[in-house]
């Protein structure tokens, strides 16, 4: 089918590509001239701005937004609202807070113009495999887009999950499961790295792929790193986190849900981009204070 | 090959299974005759006894003890020990401590019997799937039970990781990986389960296992027990720990190696298993003493 | 001096008492008429209305708000808002979200009313011992409310902290520091009360209150708590939370500071208000799922 | 009463002085000749060797033992043992694990050596405050040293709190709980280190010495801290841990007992230590596999 798609970024291009090489039809635009280019070369119609992109498709249209989530992603879907007719659609891919989701929805029903939010997990790896799709909206503009999202998604990747903002919320709560995965993984390989037995950690992630307990895709991805740097001697532990762990947290505490390994998860990305702790410090201080510890200085 | 079999329970039953599929020869032995008959039903040969089934083998022999980690196990090795000759192997399969296989390889070096540990991961599923094995010992010793372990893991599904312990090493962290694996989806889905948005964490589960950065075989497993029973309400939260995931923390403590989630995840368990907490109690006659808060008593 | 007090709670009716006990003129206005009765019983002035308290009062006067948190404080204010006049003054003594502080200054300002906020530790034993006052606001008006505090307060008992705002600020992280203490209390009570040694708890308790590094007023009145019932057999480990503790791991998710221990301590809260725990089911399911473990039904 | 003092550190050199000024007879033994003279100037008598130490202790005798722990304590008490007669008492004042307490006393009891161990808490402010002791063995060998017991503590500062390693048990949970208090303080002072508030910590600390409900001795040493060096920038955030941390959480293991804010206070102090994270690298590199997040070099 025909779509817009405004954001081509790492993943938008990616996902332009995809939907290219299913022969959908796609109007782009981003402010890079250079990007849409790129996408042009991949049979994309090129845009020179939303009202032109907009201009190019027939009616009702469906515009993907794939765009820096918050003020980026809000001033689009802006700009859009002031643009599309009735029953267009806007499709938010990015990494919105499903309360945004389900303001949004709420300001575009007036004007008639759908709203749909979806979920988008997969990183740079969907080109290949496909995109997981978490949808949120209403049903009957989720089934119109179908044809999008099955290009997208893997087989069986895409899932309507509920009512706006719904699909954001499931890929908020993904995202922090996999903060606490990665952290799990994390203090297990850092023991055996410590561990006198000399261990091969590539090959161990690697044989844990095959019939172990705690295979999966993270694992796999793990095998990959740790056999192409063993002591991950080319990094630095500095970790961001790209705002779900916090939103999942902040649910939580709204629901009154445990979430340690998520907070504890979270806290070690803080700690990781700290030059250094004023709380281990103060601990410091006390120890030296009631105990005459020596301490650093 | 051929190999003696010791131990007959849920997983040592499909073992054999597994390897008499292969076609090799399995000499076993249990406490329960019942068991023994069983297995004779996949063609393996009963025995009577430690003796009867070291008798039954040609030397140099190997025997593989998959009995309850602890007391079961060090007995059954200690009895082998007293009728093994110099060159046989005993592999311990179960869930020792590294600790303990370092100590027994020590005690069976002077009768030249050879000891090899063998962490093995799989649970119900390995009968089918195959195991994935840890092997830890002497790289000789390992190599003259390659159709052994081939035979057991699925393909790329065992390697030699170390010297003796290591494969209960790798094992322990496997497991503590596990826990933290674990608790990291538990918390997802608690949240979710609270959801206004009415969530299908069945569906969701496996949706996510198509293209998701948080796919994985415990997933798959989840996907499953959530679309059976969706609020799982036929279940009690009661959660057991088999060890592995204190010796990981044990050994963190050792090496200096912060383990938060792990921790975390062993904690959730042993509070599942308390009727009623006295530190919550605690905390309630804190708040009590000073804000007057109302109590429940 | 003279002030107006709203709300007779627990807190409150303790509050207008210390006043009073130094001759403070209070008039005091409360939803319950009881309430009101028994403060006139210290001395203080009875109103019928917010109307008719302001009209009590010499201008410019204060009024002291001290109703629970959230929706009843704001409809104080609101309602104060309208019958106040220039130069006159607000002090929230309640538990406030500290951006509801700045935004309420906010509003105030034009009509040119005062705010103060004065986060308010002690408890049931402020009374007797004196409230620790944590005061934010403009200076001068907080001056002018010295003799006020310096009553309410202990010796050294209160302090300007800051802007409008920074008293609860203070205060919240005040309460998540408390959080924190009592877990650590209650974890090592409740490890004590599990040792084969039959500690006697209140006695230890009492002990270490003298010289000892963890004494504290929490541990005095934790040693009261064990010697009245040592195994806290009449009391339920259901334990509330009012906001603070939230609060300040919202704050540290804004500041991105890992705040591990307050999160800790308030998920303990979470967990011992379920009845059962979703996530522990869960465990419980995925460990049947894959090891055939026997779950509780 | 006569005492013989082995140990004459920071610790033990103040207790010498403590005693002495309570007119107690001392004979001190230390392997610093200097540390002895020093004893020697408060009055007490300096002996050349254990032997020599205990050749002028009128019988039955008590030797308090106050060297570092682990094999030092161990040595000295192994030497005591071959040098003591019937009836006489040692008493370990260090930081012993509690199991070591029921070895010892075991290993004594047939040379019908008596042996005592006394936990110590109240660090270098001890000379003034006095020593809170916590002590365990047999009631009618503790009784015998109430007046060194009675000296050492300030009033009401020192129990018989069980039989033999009770002492250092409760000790070991003491110092559990004084790492979470520390870090629950930690956590909170750090937070308002960030605040837009300017907050000035040090008048904070003190503040909420007078009335609130965090009021303690730590919190009177943070005060006295932050207002030396209101940023600690005098300071490395380097924190060591003495070892009954890690033994409570160890015996909390053995019990199946939560102690979440312990664990999570001695993994901070374990991440202070390191120059950088296998695990936060490891975080680092997971991010970049799937998502193609720009990594630190």
Redesign the interface.
């Known amino acids: 089918m025909e779509i817009g798609f405004i954001g081509l970024g790492?993943m938008g291009m990616n996902m332009v590509t995809r939907l290219r090489q299913d022969n959908h039809q796609i109007v782009v635009f981003d402010r890079s001239p250079e990007a849409i280019k790129q996408a042009e070369g991949t049979g994309a119609i090129g845009a020179s701005s939303l009202q032109d992109l907009v201009s190019k498709l027939a009616k009702p249209c469906a515009v993907w937004v794939m765009v820096p989530s918050g003020a980026p992603t809000e001033e689009t879907i802006q700009s859009l609202a002031g643009i599309l007719q009735p029953d267009d659609v806007i499709i938010d891919g990015g990494n919105t807070k499903f309360h945004d989701d389900v303001r949004r929805a709420g300001e575009l029903k007036p004007k008639q113009i759908h709203y749909i939010d979806a979920g988008t997990?997969?990183?740079?790896?969907?080109l290949q495999?496909?995109?997981?799709l978490?949808v949120?909206g209403d049903k009957a503009v989720v089934n119109r887009l179908d044809p999008i999202f099955t290009t997208l998604?893997?087989?069986?990747?895409?899932?309507h999950?509920?009512?706006h903002?719904?699909g954001h919320?499931?890929k908020m709560?993904?995202?922090?499961?996999?903060?606490?995965?990665?952290?799990?993984?994390?203090?297990?390989?850092?023991?055996?790295?410590?561990?006198d037995?000399?261990?091969?950690l590539g090959?161990?992630a690697?044989?844990?792929?095959?019939?172990?307990?705690?295979?999966?895709?993270?694992?796999e991805?793990?095998a990959?790193?740790?056999k192409e740097?063993p002591k991950?001697t080319?990094?630095?532990?500095?970790?961001?986190d790209s705002g779900e762990g916090?939103w999942?947290?902040?649910?939580?505490?709204d629901?009154?849900?445990?979430?340690?390994?998520?907070?504890?998860?979270?806290?070690?990305?803080?700690?990781?981009?700290q030059e250094?702790?004023?709380?281990?410090?103060?601990?410091?201080?006390?120890?030296?204070?009631?105990?005459?510890?020596s301490?650093?200085?």
């Open positions: 790492k997990s997969g990183g740079i790896w969907g495999i496909g995109y997981c978490m949120g998604a893997p087989k069986d990747g895409w899932l999950v509920g009512a903002g719904a919320y499931v709560v993904h995202n922090g499961i996999e903060y606490s995965m990665m952290q799990g993984y994390a203090e297990g390989f850092e023991l055996m790295s410590k561990s037995y000399k261990l091969d090959n161990i690697d044989l844990w792929m095959h019939g172990s307990v705690v295979r999966s895709w993270l694992l991805l793990a990959g790193a740790l740097d991950l080319g990094l630095k532990g500095y970790v961001q916090r999942m947290l902040m649910d939580a505490l629901k009154d849900v445990p979430v340690p390994t998520l907070s504890t998860a979270l806290f070690t990305r803080f700690r990781s981009r250094e702790s004023f709380a281990e410090k103060m601990l410091a201080a006390l120890r030296n204070a009631f105990g005459g510890h301490v650093k200085r």
